[in-house]
């Protein structure tokens, strides 16, 4: 059996399947991994949602930004951008089914017999893998409890952008969403820069790549990540796996084999 990490699929089902083909993937056999963002700007999200819905081995996912994004959409809490490909699955019999199954999803996954931790964007300095797994239980319990609507309502926003153990209700909850499924940049005292998606070097004075602060307390950890394309999945921190390679920009969706270590890729269909 061999676990495969998926990089941000965004809706890219035919790269997803090439990808497949690619690995030789058994569904009975293999299991797949997602770091995230499995629907939005790309063609075919979906079908992209039914295929990992369905596969008999069951998979495991972190939630990124645009999943939960159509949640809230989904929910009528949130209004559709205008950049938002998400009218199939709104408009979709199972649309309901489906979101209810995304909802069931984490945050954070830590796998200790492969000795590997999975977050869509990343974690801060301060939080060691106990502190980030407790936060992912708080907000699973708001995302798939009666608190649901309201904790839609709150998520949206950039504010607070630094952390204290102290932050109260939403604004507690907030900051964690946007540093499980947002970040990129922050500072070593875990203020987030939530506005920078460019490559290492064009970040504001003061803030750093969240794998690059010195003394973070899950350094020890080997971490699986997307959301950052700008990175094009090249980084030289030893056990950090950045997988979004831009797929949905034109670049490449990535495989990970957690075994073995390699990679596997193919090209995009879409023009950049």
Known sequence: MATYAIGDVQGCYDELQALLAKIHFDPHVDQ??????????????????????QLPKPAVITLGNHDL??????????????????????????????CSWLAQQHLVYHDATLGFTM???GLIPQWDLATALTLNQEIEYL???????????HMYGDQPDTWNDDLPGWERAR???NCFTRIRYCTPASKLDLAT???????P????????????QHKSLQILFG????????IDEPNVYALDTGCVWGGWLTALCLQTKEKFQVKSNLKK
């Open 32 to 53: 797949l991994w997602f770091v995230g963002d499995l629907v939005n700007r790309g063609p075919k999200s979906l079908d992209v949602l039914r295929f990992i819905k």
């Open 69 to 98: 994004h159509l949640l809230a959409v989904a929910a009528g809490v949130q209004s559709k951008s205008a950049k938002d490909t998400l009218d199939e699955i709104l408009q979709a019999d199972d649309c309901e089914q489906l």
């Open 119 to 121: 977050v869509h964007a």
């Open 143 to 153: 995302l798939q409890g009666n608190a649901r609507h309201d904790f839609f309502k």
């Open 175 to 177: 900051f964690i969403i």
């Open 197 to 203: 998606k460019t490559p290492i070097g064009t970040q």
């Open 205 to 216: 004075q003061g803030f750093l790549p969240w794998f690059k602060i010195p003394d973070r």
């Open 227 to 234: 959301h950052w394309a700008s990175l094009e999945g090249k």
